[in-house]
């Protein structure tokens, strides 16, 4: 926010909207404001989780909250109200002491407010004690009696007040009684005890076992079943009510899986009890898409696998083997394929949905900036293919250039593959890819793949969405701006033409290639050997790369992207750097941004890693006319007018 309001002061103080120094000040202001609020509730949460998490008897603490509220607030409580009574001055305390107590003594009315519960506690006691009286209770044996009076602690009382008492360990019905889990979900805490003087600890409970548990647990299961875990935990409630109501005698229950059915990687279950004649419904362990039809449904579980699938580079063989690996029965071939071929469309779908709404949203910011909603766009555009006569498949995508978000707004697929066409050729049938029944491909497998015609067909595709595009970044031997505006001219107009630009990137890129094929002069390099004198080479084409980087940042940040003021400058800081590389920077380097100050440890030379990594000084490289002609040339591929206006649309070096 500072550096803002320094740039803001700078310039004059502005108060236009419009101007980007005041924009920068106010939107900056908006977010310190919106920072500082945040900070503010994250303070207040935190005390609020200390307050939560702390002991009942936490006296700092309590300290601290008595200390912060009256600062906070400076007044006293001079008058008191309690029971029509009035206190005032010291009588205050005796107030308090009326109220607490009245609120710590049992109630003094017998009248019952709510009639409906007590009616209903009246009925579950009811309940509980005719459970008790239906159960027979065995008597318990002498020895069993003298097991049990020996397990007892005689001695619960603490010697001193200080003292703690463990309770002996319980079970866990027997531990919920008397304690709950903790708001961090990690300890327990006893609620009855708060704001009560007690030294008694409980230990953690017992687990449960039953014997027909520990046999499932000693067998070693083969094979794993995806289920829904609320769906499953529902199964279970509703197998405990029904073996309730259908076999009341039936105390304890083992059930068992009687039947199951596969439904991709869902699974319906049908349960019974192995102690009495109980048998379930079934139950479906999945969820079910909602399709409006009649009919079985598809499960979620399913289409979400093949989502993931689609989305890694993993086919359905692959997915099938992972899964068998993991002990869980994987879906059939078929299936796989079925449900591929659905989300693959709906994919499809979702992407031109999304185009339509990125042009839409095209549309609405040029009417809202006063200009025509159909004005042209720009685009950056890339093919991702390893160029080989092996290639089969090759996409080309088109993102917009208009805003930093680059969303794609058109690409193109051209795929070679078909294992239809490729078995019945093996077959001896006389097919040809793409003109028979179920073929994936789209191209002949004999044709060349072309940049040109991938940019014709995301012309096209572009061309359908009413969109006209006049400038097109790619990289510096890429040919499908040629197809691009072709497809332009064939729909919109026959005299539009399409402007290629070029990116810092991909024309870094071409500096240190065209520096490695330059024919310099066998004394410009340093060294005994060839090979010696080709590792220089290779560090002076990556310095001369970052160092012409490094300055046109420079100027971007120094006249504020005014490209007529950074194109006077060209020229003299081009000269100014063959100069430094010829060793006579301490002429020139100092008044123009070459990242050189022409001393000795301010000059290029001692900063640069490239040059310094290899021993290079000052005079190191011993270049003649014909080698700074070269260089100068080799510098001017982004240091000049002509490098300047092709990256003119570029937003790397602001």
Not at 145 to 161: C, E, G, V
Not at 264 to 275: D, E, R
Not at 571 to 593: A, E, H, L, M
Request: positive net charge; proline residues 3%.
């Amino acid at each position: 926010m500072r550096k803002c309001y320094d740039i803001w002061s700078r310039n004059g103080k502005p108060t236009n909207p419009d101007d980007k120094s005041y924009q920068d000040r106010v939107n900056s202001r908006k977010e310190f404001k919106k920072q500082v609020k945040v900070e503010q509730a994250r303070e207040r949460d935190r005390e609020k989780q200390e307050i939560l998490e702390a002991r009942t008897r936490d006296s700092k603490l309590y300290h601290k909250l008595v200390k912060g509220n009256r600062n906070r607030n400076k007044t006293g409580i001079m008058d008191l109200h309690v029971n029509d009574n009035l206190y005032s001055g010291d009588q205050v305390i005796e107030g308090f002491t009326e109220h607490f107590g009245n609120l710590a003594s049992a109630e003094k009315s017998s009248q019952l407010k709510d009639q409906h519960y007590h009616e209903l506690v009246e009925y579950e006691i009811k309940l509980i004690n005719d459970m008790v009286k239906s159960k027979e209770t065995p008597l318990a044996t002498q020895t069993e009696l003298k097991k049990a009076i020996k397990s007892l602690n005689r001695d619960l009382t603490p010697k001193n007040t200080t003292e703690s008492v463990w309770l002996p360990r319980l079970t866990e019905k027997e531990f919920k009684l008397y304690s709950k889990e903790s708001y961090d979900k990690k300890s327990y805490v006893a609620p009855q005890t708060e704001k009560c003087a007690t030294t008694v600890k409980l230990l953690r409970p017992h687990k449960l076992s039953d014997d027909y548990l520990d046999e499932y647990l000693e067998e070693k299961s083969t094979e794993n079943r995806t289920v829904d875990r609320d769906l499953n935990i529902l199964m279970i409630n509703s197998l405990i009510i029904c073996h309730l109501n259908k076999s009341p005698k039936c105390v304890v229950p083992h059930f068992e899986l009687v039947q199951e059915t596969q439904w991709g990687l869902g699974w319906i279950w049908k349960m019974k009890c192995t102690k009495c004649k109980f048998i379930s419904e079934k139950y479906k362990l999945f969820r079910e898409i909602d399709t409006g039809r009649a009919g079985r449904k598809s499960a979620t579980i399913n289409y979400g696998f093949q989502t993931g699938v689609i989305n890694c580079n993993i086919g359905n063989d692959s997915a099938r083997l992972l899964l068998t690996s993991s002990c869980i029965p994987p879906m059939s071939k078929g299936t796989m394929q079925r449900i591929t071929n659905t989300v693959c469309d709906k994919v499809v779908k979702l992407a031109e949905n999304e185009t339509e709404q990125v042009v839409e949203s095209f549309r609405k910011r040029n009417e809202t900036l006063g200009l025509n909603k159909n004005s042209p766009v720009k685009l950056q555009m890339d093919v991702g293919i390893k160029w080989d006569k092996n290639a089969s498949q090759v996409i080309g995508i088109a993102c917009e250039n208009e805003t930093d978000n680059h969303d794609i707004i058109g690409f193109h697929l051209v795929n070679k593959l078909c294992w239809v066409g490729a078995w019945l050729r093996g077959k001896g049938y006389d097919i040809e890819c793409p003109n028979h029944e179920y073929c994936t491909s789209n191209t002949n497998r004999y044709d060349p793949l072309s940049e040109k015609d991938l940019g014709y067909e995301i012309g096209k595709k572009i061309a359908k969405l009413d969109l006209l595009v006049d400038y097109c970044t790619t990289d510096g031997d890429a040919k499908s701006v040629q197809g691009l505006q072709e497809a332009m001219q064939e729909i919109f107009d026959p005299l539009w033409s399409v402007n290629r630009l070029a990116d810092t990137i991909h024309r870094g890129q071409s500096q240190f290639r065209e520096v490695l094929r330059a024919k310099f002069s066998v004394g410009m390099f340093p060294g005994a050997t060839k090979a010696q004198r080709n590792d220089i080479k290779i560090a002076f084409a990556n310095d001369l790369k970052l160092r012409s980087h490094g300055i046109m940042k420079c100027l971007f940040a120094k006249y504020n992207g005014d490209r007529q003021q950074i194109s006077k400058c060209l020229p003299r800081i081009v000269k100014s750097v063959v100069n430094c590389y010829s060793g006579n920077c301490s002429d020139t380097c100092r008044w123009s941004i070459t990242l050189c100050n022409g001393g000795i440890k301010t000059s290029w030379w001692y900063k640069s890693i490239n040059l310094s990594s290899h021993g290079l000084q000052n005079g190191s490289l011993k270049p003649n006319k014909t080698d700074k002609l070269l260089i100068e040339s080799l510098l001017e591929m982004k240091l000049s007018q002509t490098a300047l206006n092709q990256m003119q649309f570029f937003q790397q070096y602001k």
